[in-house]
């Protein structure tokens, strides 16, 4: 089975090309990163627009890479939310119009259920059940995923996600879009000094906002005396242990023995390293998606579009013309 796949969920125009959902034939993804930095974060109306001038020939690049032809193609899997709308709205009207002109299948896709398949293509042989740390710009979430279409949230971010409060923290210390690598680089040359605030539940939700705040409070309160890299180093710390000691906590009440890191903030160094010494210190296994698939790209949509697809879950363009973007689109309902 040959299925190309769109994402333009947010910042990136990205296409890939999937073998049997496993197999990466050809992966582009074109940022906006440069464009968005003057702005100190993604700009909606602007991210629309830049897809729509790079959708075509990022399309055309994939089946170049993959040496294809539009007639090779099975069917196409698309991201339908959640995400900006605008952005999401290019590559679903994009892969309605192919799929028609084709009439080959569509196959609407969850952005989140993509970032978890990210780890189907580092892991050749990992399969469901596990649970996923679901970590990105928009999403902290604990994910029981039961099988590759079945997930079911236990747990959630009560405001700030991750990735946005890393993103903030940047901003607040003059550091460019997208911040959280940033603050990691930073962090790297730190100690983590300052003691930040943790919030702790009795499910397995979480909140970031507090210690956001308490770090632009510092950063106003210390000026010249603060140390950005030991700030950044104890906010990344402190960050980390609160994922994943509620991870490890939800693995040992639920006894599920598999975890599955994912989303953008995944490529964090302390956070992957973090998760895969608590992990195995409990004899839990960890699976974390290589770096190339950690941030957006429709590699890993490929991958959840082939499982929605062998599954049932797509449909014929010509039987239903109103497939529609969704900007909060949850995966489990
Ligand atoms: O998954 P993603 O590419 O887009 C969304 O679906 O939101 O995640 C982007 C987020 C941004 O907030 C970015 O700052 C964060 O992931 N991120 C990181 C790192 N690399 C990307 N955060 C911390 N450390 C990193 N190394
Ligand atoms: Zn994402």
């Known amino acids: 089975m040959i299925g190309l796949s769109i994402e333009s969920s947010c910042d990136e125009t990205a296409v890939a090309i999937l073998k049997d959902g496993r197999e990466v ?113 928009g999403h902290t979430h604990l994910i029981n995923v039961k099988d590759y279409t079945k997930f079911e949230i236990i747990g959630k971010t009560r405001d700030d996600a991750v990735g946005e409060a890393f993103d903030k923290v940047a901003r607040t210390m003059g550091l460019p879009y997208p911040g959280g690598p940033q ?53 990344e710390n402190t960050v980390c242990e609160e994922l994943v000691d509620t991870t490890i906590k939800a693995m040992k009440d639920l006894n599920i023995k598999n975890v599955v890191l994912a989303g953008g903030v995944s490529a964090n160094r302390v956070l992957r390293q973090m998760l895969q010494q608590k992990a195995s210190k409990n004899s839990f296994n960890s699976y974390i998606p290589d770096l190339k698939y950690c941030t957006d790209n429709a590699a890993m949509i490929g991958s959840a579009a082939y499982y929605n697809y062998i599954n049932g879950k797509y449909f014929d363009i010509k039987d239903k013309l109103d497939l529609n973007a969704v900007a909060n689109l949850e995966i489990d309902k």
């Open 183 to 235: 603050v990691s680089n930073l962090a790297q040359n730190g100690k983590p000094t300052y003691k930040l605030p943790k919030t702790k539940f009795d499910n397995y939700d979480f909140s970031f906002s507090g210690i956001k705040t308490a770090v632009i409070n510092l950063v106003h309160k210390e000026k010249d005396n603060l140390s950005k890299e030991n700030l950044c180093a104890s906010f």
């Open 25 to 137: 034939l050809a992966n582009v993804v074109s940022t906006q990163i440069d464009i968005h930095k003057k702005y100190g974060g993604v700009v909606p109306e602007i991210a629309s627009r830049e897809h729509i001038l790079h959708i075509s020939y990022v399309v055309k690049e994939a089946l170049d890479k993959a040496k294809l032809k539009f007639k090779d193609l099975d069917y196409i899997g698309v991201t339908y939310g959640p995400g900006l709308i605008g952005a999401l709205l290019v590559g679903v009207s994009y892969a309605k119009s192919l799929a028609y002109a084709l009439n080959i299948p569509i196959v609407p896709t969850h952005h989140i259920s993509g970032h978890i398949a990210a780890n189907y293509l580092t892991y050749p042989d990992l399969k469901p059940p596990f649970l996923a740390l679901v970590v990105s710009g």
